[in-house]
């Protein structure tokens, strides 16, 4: 099984990403190498409005290798998510 990166995952669009995240209750992810640093901004800016936090964090795994940006509404951060973000 061939491990994912940036370059095998198709990129979202910031507004299917945040429309994505809202629709869930689960932390979603995105490669943060799809983005610009303008992208990042309103990324930041767009969940900040609809009460999305925001985690960067590395990722080592057979799934994927590289940098996720997570995404997850505030609401449903407890301690079943505390260990994820």
Avoid: W
């Avoid at 979202?12 to 995105?30: F, N, P, Q, R, T």
């Avoid at 767009?46 to 609401?75: C, M, P, W």
């Amino acid at each position: 099984m061939a491990v994912d990166n940036y370059t095998t995952v198709k990129k979202s669009s910031i507004d299917d990403v945040i429309k994505d995240a809202l629709e869930v209750d689960h932390i979603i992810s995105a490669p943060i190498e799809h983005y610009t640093q303008d992208e990042l901004k309103e990324l930041a800016e767009k969940a900040k409005k609809n009460d999305l936090v925001i985690t960067i964090r590395a990722e080592h795994s057979n799934f994927y290798q590289g940098v996720l940006l997570s995404f997850i509404k505030r609401k449903n951060i407890d301690d079943t998510f505390k260990k994820y973000i």
